[in-house]
């Protein structure tokens, strides 16, 4: 299943910072549909909640805790 506009600027925190993750302007993200991201968008938005998870790991482990 596809994350839904709202669940993608929910995990961002807003829409503005969603499309910094993105590299893409907030009007871009208005364009959306709200029960769909496009696919493109939706691959970049996996990869962005993917890296967003691993740094405080990777922060933690280079402080070697």
């Known amino acids: 299943r596809l994350m839904t506009k ?5 995990h ?3 829409v503005k ?3 910094a993750a993105l590299g893409i302007t ?3 993200i ?4 709200d029960d769909a991201i496009p696919l493109l968008r939706a691959y970049e ?5 993917a890296k967003r ?3 405080p ?9």
């Open 30 to 33: 208005y364009q959306w549909r």
């Open 6 to 10: 709202q669940e993608a600027i929910d």
């Open 53 to 55: 998870a691993a740094e």
């Open 45 to 49: 938005v996996r990869e962005a909640v």
């Open 12 to 14: 961002f925190g807003s």
């Open 26 to 28: 907030r009007e871009a």
């Open 17 to 19: 910072d969603l499309a």
């Open 57 to 65: 790991s990777a922060a933690i482990a280079a402080q070697g805790c």
